[in-house]
Structure formats: C-alpha cells, structure tokens
C-alpha cells in the first residue's frame, strides 16, 4: 500500500470541517421534529472537539450529519473544503472511507478476524493490500503490536477500543469521529482511551471530533461544544470536568 501524509504532514487548510446552517428535520407538519437547527461552527485541523448536551439535544445528529452518515434537511458541510451535498450517495461512501475513521461506543470488530485483519479491512475493501508492517504499526501505537493476532473474544472491552481507534487510524484520515467511544468501557479502561485520543492529536497532528455525555472524557478535548434543543448555545475552551458538569447541568434543568 502507498503511504499517504499523516495529518501533521499534510497542507490542510486550518479548518478540517465546517458547518454553514446545519438543519436537520423529522417528520412533516405539523408534527416535524428539528433535532438541528442552523448549526454553524468549525472543527479546526489538528484539533479535539467534545459535542455535549443533554439528552434529544441533537449531538448525535451533528455527528451523523457531519460525518456524512446522513444527510442533513438544509445547510452545508465542508470536509476539507468539500461540500457533502454536492456528493453522489457513491461518492459520500468513498469520502468516508478514505478521509473519515469512526470509532463507536459498540467497537464494530468482527468476531472472526485478528485485530491486524480487523484493522486493515476497511483498506482491503477499498481495493489497497496494506503492509503487514503498517498494521503492526498502528497497533503498536495504541499499545496491542503484540496482540495484533489475536480476536476480539481475547481481549478486553478497552483493548477492543484500541483496536478500532487503530482501525480509525490505519487508513490516516482527515478527522476521526467517535461517539460515545468511553460509554461500554470501565473508568480504567475509558482513561486509557481518551488519553490515546489526546496523544493523537498531540502527537500526530489529528482530528477528533467526539460525541460524549461524561464531563471527564470531555475535559480531554481542547473545546467542548454545547447543544440544546438541537441548537449551538455554548462553547467552552481549554474546559475542565467541573465547568463542562456545571454547564451542561444547567442545560438539562433549563
């Protein structure tokens, strides 16, 4: 497989993604749900971005939207300077896979397979044969280069994480999506993955965007973004565990 940059290697422009009027709607009158409404905001290259709120506040939606897993009612989003609805459903398909990584709460591994196959198979369907050496690579980096032959049945929820955050990384994407990546994980276990996520800003120069309900896993990113009622009504920088649960309890009591 060709190398691509790593993020710290390419000339992106400052902002990875951006949202102009984000809108998304269910159902029609007179019973239509907006769960987003004229969302505009940046996710800056080289950055991690917590999105909080309560719960039906629409953080799930931006996800989705922004990740081009749905397409959103009005508004636009720019992935490095791509407009997502101007993409065939095609084209939206090869966007993700070869500029998107997405890391969930459930770890998407496939029982039968290593974590190295796990790994690399999203690059085996694109129609690429990764190095054996780029896989152990990655999964050196997130700590498991000497389990990469293992299945997920022998490893822990954490180290199952680590596999699909490597699987995220493997394909060296433009921004990497995680929801809720620290939810089915014990408290040990969930530090030992937001600090990978830290380090792969940090280090490499990636993009986070994480969906998250926990005040201590937000209190990683360098922002944290505030939904209510599928509105933008806040934004917190260098934040901490106590500003991120003070603020989002008044969210939920407003």
């Given amino acids: 497989m060709r190398r691509t940059a790593t993020p710290s290697e390419r000339t992106a422009t400052s902002d990875a993604v951006r949202l102009i009027g984000l809108t998304r709607t269910y159902g029609g009158a007179p019973h239509e749900v907006a769960a ?48 997502l609805s101007t993409l065939s459903e095609r084209q939206r398909t090869e966007l993700r896979r070869d500029r998107l990584g997405f890391v969930f709460q459930s770890f998407n591994l496939i029982a039968s397979l290593t974590a190295a196959q ?23 980096l997130v700590g ?15 180290q199952q994480q680590r596999v699909a955050i490597a699987r995220a990384v493997a394909a060296q994407p ?4 995680a929801d809720e990546p620290t939810g089915a994980l014990d408290s040990r276990s969930g530090r030992e993955v937001l600090s990978l996520l830290r380090r792969l800003v940090d280090e490499r120069g990636d993009t986070v965007v994480m969906v998250t309900h926990d005040p201590f896993a937000a209190s990683h990113a360098d922002r944290v973004l505030f939904l209510s009622d599928g509105a933008l009504v806040d934004e917190l920088r260098s934040p901490d565990s106590r500003s991120i649960a003070a603020r989002l309890a008044e969210l939920e009591t407003a």
């Fill in 174 to 177: 433009e921004v990497i999506f």
């Fill in 144 to 158: 498991l280069g000497e389990r990469m032959h293992h299945r997920p049945a022998e490893l822990s929820g954490g």
């Fill in 118 to 140: 796990n790994v690399a198979l999203p690059i085996r369907l694109s129609g690429r044969r990764p190095p054996e050496e780029w896989i152990r690579e990655v999964l050196t």
């Fill in 36 to 83: 987003l409404r004229e969302v505009s905001t940046t996710f800056p290259a080289r950055s991690f971005t917590a999105v909080m709120g309560p719960s039906g506040s629409g953080k799930s939606t931006l996800l989705q939207c922004t990740a081009g897993l749905d397409r959103p009612t009005g508004g636009r989003v720019l992935v490095g300077g791509v407009d």
